[in-house]
């Protein structure tokens, strides 16, 4: 099992987010029958004006085959038509954690947060150990729905977790509760490198809200 992260920031001159996801959203159905969608969202801190989805497949050839099945569909409403709203698109291919439950459709809230630690890419699976003994408290407070590591991309040292919150209010309560606990975000043996993250809206067709 693979998961696919696809990060586009799109031309806010050619109508932006909204007009990605009306094009997107238009033709989803095409592409669902083809592959199934983890969730799909746009950025409300960090660097706005990006959109950000997961696509779970079996392996590569997978992948390779649902993306031409889809772009072959006899309705010629798949792709969208939306690469010239892109600035810069990023894709990722991710390892899901041992640990990490399949991404299925979930309603747990409004405000989703994707995170990210570097380590030392030789270390890095080390540090993942870390995160799956610190995982049963953080869930006590509310579910991490993924947890990752890069096998393709910029940063193979990285590992990602994505959580969700009821609103904005609920997670400041989640972080006043984990500084309690003082154990999450973990602290492995291993020296991060960097760290960063986004918070995320749904978007009305994601499988994830």
């Known amino acids: 099992?693979?998961?696919?992260?696809?990060?586009?920031?799109?031309?806010?001159?050619?109508?932006?987010?909204?007009?990605?996801?009306?094009?997107?959203?238009?033709?989803?159905d095409v592409r669902l029958k083809y592959s199934a969608l983890g969730?799909?969202?746009?950025?409300?801190?960090?660097?706005?004006?990006?959109?950000?989805h997961i696509w779970p497949y079996d392996g590569l050839r997978n992948r390779a085959e649902a993306r031409a099945a889809a772009n072959r569909d006899e309705s010629n409403r798949w792709p969208p038509g939306i690469?010239?709203?892109?600035?810069?698109?990023?894709?990722?291919?991710?390892?899901?954690?041992?640990?990490?439950?399949?991404?299925?459709?979930r309603e747990l809230g409004r405000?989703?947060?994707?995170?990210?630690?570097?380590?030392?890419?030789?270390?890095?699976?080390?540090?993942l150990a870390a995160y799956e003994a610190a995982l049963p408290v953080r869930e006590s407070h509310y579910p991490v729905v993924g947890c990752w590591t890069v096998d393709v991309g910029e940063s193979v040292g990285r590992i990602y977790t994505l959580a969700p919150y009821r609103d904005f209010e609920h997670r400041g309560e989640v972080e006043d509760a984990l500084a309690r606990d003082g154990i999450w975000p973990p602290l492995p043996a291993v020296a991060a490198v960097a760290r960063g993250s986004k918070l995320l809206e749904p978007a009305h067709f994601s499988t994830l809200r």
Do not use: C
């Open 1 to 28: 099992m693979i998961h696919e992260l696809r990060t586009y920031t799109i031309r806010v001159d050619a109508g932006g987010v909204r007009e990605l996801e009306r094009r997107f959203g238009n033709g989803i």
């Open 111 to 127: 405000v989703w947060e994707l995170s990210w630690v570097d380590y030392p890419p030789a270390r890095v699976k080390e540090a």
């Open 83 to 105: 690469a010239e709203l892109f600035e810069r698109q990023v894709v990722e291919i991710l390892d899901p954690a041992p640990f990490m439950r399949p991404l299925e459709p």
């Open 39 to 52: 969730g799909f969202f746009h950025t409300l801190s960090g660097e706005m004006s990006q959109v950000v």
